[in-house]
């Protein structure tokens, strides 16, 4: 199976523009949760997503944002942009079931953001 | 709130040494544990993972890690590390009923031939 895609690789935006970052999982994978990781604060949990919804949210502000679509990809927005959201944004996905354990998140090379 | 807490931020290694890098986490109840690694350029791979049964997990390239409930802790191992062992790894812990991974803050390894 091909592994998490995501897409673009690298992005660079000035303060203030919107950013919207791709996430293909693992066919057959429906969950799928982002993160940030950057040198000060490491890897943080942004968001996860089963079946089009949001099961779980970080301490991330409101300008961040994602949803999931009915096969499964996921993107994520961050809107207003600030230089401290220069990061690698993280997809992860997983095979876990409705109401079933949880199981192993795979992750995808991700998204490097620089915001000037 | 769950936490991770890795106590080594750099180890520089010879060739044929052992390892032991520590992971400690907060959390009262029933966890997932993982060891994550990232290569050089590369993304985060699964070492290894402990849900469940013997607490002495074995991973992928001879390492291991060992679950000690009472110690709430979860320390990676590996015997004789190689060169091709420089990386960033990751402690990580979920709880039972989330897939929100919180990770430590990732331990540098040099080795050295």
């Known amino acids: 199976k091909a592994g998490v895609t995501q897409t673009p690789r690298y992005l660079i935006k000035t303060r203030g523009q919107q950013v919207t970052l791709s996430c293909s999982p693992i066919?057959?994978?429906?969950?799928v949760s982002w993160y940030q990781q950057t040198p000060g604060q490491g890897l943080q949990f942004l968001f996860e997503?089963?079946?089009?919804?949001?099961?779980n949210k970080g301490n991330f502000p409101g300008r961040f944002s994602g949803r999931q679509f009915s096969n499964s990809r996921s993107e994520m927005n961050v809107s207003t942009l600030e230089l401290g959201d220069s990061a690698l944004y993280l997809c992860?996905?997983?095979?876990?079931?409705?109401?079933?354990?949880?199981?192993?998140?795979?992750f995808g090379p991700g998204t490097r953001l620089l915001v000037l | 709130a769950q936490s991770v807490s890795q106590h080594n931020h750099h180890v520089i290694l010879s060739e044929a040494a052992s390892l032991e890098l520590g992971c400690n986490y907060s959390?009262?109840?029933?966890?997932?544990l993982f060891w994550y690694v990232q290569y050089p350029g590369q993304h985060l791979q699964l070492l290894l993972k402990?849900?469940?049964?013997?607490?002495l997990v074995k991973g992928i390239k001879g390492f291991e890690a060992e679950f000690i409930k009472s110690k709430f802790s979860f320390n990676l191992r590996k015997p004789s590390v190689q060169w091709s062992d420089t990386a960033e790894y990751f402690c990580?812990?979920?709880?039972?009923?989330?897939?929100?991974?919180?990770f430590g803050t990732g331990t540098r390894l040099q080795v050295f031939p």
């Open positions: 992860a996905s997983s095979d876990q079931l409705a109401g079933g354990p949880r199981e192993t998140q795979y």
């Open positions: 066919s057959g994978h429906r969950s």
């Open positions: 997503y089963f079946s089009e919804t949001q099961r």
């Open positions: 959390y009262g109840g029933t966890v997932n």
């Open positions: 402990y849900f469940s049964g013997d607490p």
């Open positions: 990580a812990v979920n709880a039972r009923n989330t897939d929100k991974l919180i």
